[in-house]
């Protein structure tokens, strides 16, 4: 079982539990593979993203909300020194628990594959503010 206050994920996969990763590489900038829906069907997807530095990964659940996606944060490095307000890392509480990435506008976000993209970006800016300090675009 995955803890959601997991300590940040650096390395290879194969440091780290099967379970948590599938076993699989993960290419930098790419994601695990997942699942496909097919058309017509619909259920909450867990995907892992590696981010394109190759050090840091991100694990996601993408759950249908009517006419867009939900994309909850499962497990993400920490932010160390950084703040964490959730305002400034484009966060907001899940109705699962936990936390899911802010869209500000959530229709955006209408097919599996867009949340993927919007996913992936989160993740790389989530990389950079930890190393860098510099804020998500529009923090403020």
């Known amino acids: ?12 996969p194969s440091n780290f539990p099967n379970s948590y990763f599938g076993g699989e590489e993960i290419p930098p900038g790419g994601w695990r593979g997942g699942e496909e829906i097919p ?3 619909w259920r ?3 995907d892992t993203y590696r ?5 840091y990964y991100f694990k996601f659940c993408f ?5 867009y996606y939900d994309v909850d944060i499962l ?25 899911k990435i802010c869209f500000g506008e959530p229709q ?8 993927k993209k919007w996913a992936a970006s989160w ?3 989530t990389v950079t503010y930890i190393k860098t300090g510099r804020e998500f675009p529009n923090a403020n």
């Open 75 to 99: 497990a993400m490095p920490s932010y160390g020194s950084r703040s964490s307000d959730l305002h400034l890392t484009h966060r907001l509480p899940s109705e699962r628990g936990g936390y």
């Open 44 to 46: 909450a997807v867990i």
């Open 63 to 67: 759950y249908p909300a009517g006419d």
């Open 39 to 41: 058309p017509g069907g």
């Open 108 to 115: 955006i976000i209408s097919d599996l594959n867009t949340a």
């Open 1 to 12: 079982m995955l803890n959601r206050n997991q300590p940040a994920q650096v390395g290879k």
């Open 51 to 55: 981010s394109t530095d190759g050090t």
């Open 123 to 125: 993740s790389e800016l």
